[in-house]
């Protein structure tokens, strides 16, 4: 599975809200399947992934919020020091990003221009 470097986060607090209705309905079940087999093999990409599959905001492969992803993409590579086309587990990305990222400091400093920061930063880690 492909995923961008930032949904190694946004899987991890994922609510149940999300872009449209088959967006949410579309992570859902990326998220249900990855917590189910937590030993999928994804891929670290650059631009649209399996979230991004049915996502408003993805424009014929390109996200229309490209600049501001990647940055959030960067930041997650050069604090995990994965990089793109890295393939590892789904448990072994998740726990290293939530370890580096989201259990520290550094949670703030990626995500706080992000439009879902408020409910992220209230949303308990779902495999805790």
């Known amino acids: 599975m492909d995923l961008r470097p930032h949904h190694l986060l946004c899987i991890q607090k994922f609510t149940g809200h999300g872009y449209s209705p088959d967006f949410t309905a579309h992570m859902n079940s990326v998220v249900s399947e990855l917590k189910k087999n937590p030993d999928t093999s994804i891929t670290l990409t650059r631009g649209c992934d399996e979230l991004c599959r049915l996502c408003p ?9 490209s600049e501001k992803t990647a940055l959030f993409d960067a930041a997650v590579l050069g604090i995990c020091g994965f990089s793109c086309g890295e393939k590892l587990s789904w448990s072994e990305a998740s726990e290293k990003a939530r370890g580096l990222i989201i259990k520290t400091e550094k949670f703030s400093n990626v995500c706080a221009s992000c439009q879902w920061f408020e409910l992220c930063k209230s949303t308990e880690v779902y495999c805790d």
């Open 57 to 65: 905001n993805n424009a014929g492969g390109v996200c229309s919020s």
